[in-house]
């Protein structure tokens, strides 16, 4: 092979080899994804046994409620009924971990609760009523982008006090929940 040849091939080579390889840096920046955790607090103190059956977390990401899509589910890791009380001070239930999501425009972050919600008063168990006075899909209005390799840290509280009420009509307590929702970015 003359020497012209070999310049060439390793000229060539050495141009591929250019093209083709990126830092680790260039790959994140290509990407479409966030990283999101949920987790969920609890404020106030007058019930000190509530709990909340929760089947979900979901992000609205739609501006039309009625869009079959509007919603995505983040896919909550810690469902069933839980003690919200005791989700106060330093404590709080990891609802969603390390969840990777297209990063998009999001409108609301809201809790799917399912049927098995209930105050424990005087050793009684109460049923705590969600569709017909209640809310069964407790949502806060957010509205943000989501930027593509950020992590997102997203923190409900639940005021306990504020969420639970006596309807006198109906006979039966009822779980509305106040919700506050505090979201903190954090880069790759």
Known sequence: MNLSALKSSLFSLVLLVAFTSCSTEELNSDSELSGISV???????????????????????????????????????????????????????????????????????????????FVDLNNTLYNLDITTSGNSNPSNLVRMDLIPNRFYDITIDIDIDKSLSFDEDQNMMVLNPDLYTEIRQVQY
């Open 39 to 117: 987790k969920l607090k609890s404020t106030g103190g007058e019930f000190d046994k509530v709990f909340m059956d929760i089947i979900d977390v979901q992000l609205k990401v739609k501006d039309d409620d009625n869009a079959p899509d509007a919603w995505v589910s983040l896919n909550s890791i810690n469902k069933g009924a839980h003690n919200i009380f005791d989700l106060r001070d330093d404590s709080s239930l990891v609802l969603v971990n390390n969840f990777e999501f297209k990063s998009s425009y999001i409108y609301e972050i809201r809790l799917v609760l399912g049927d098995n919600n």
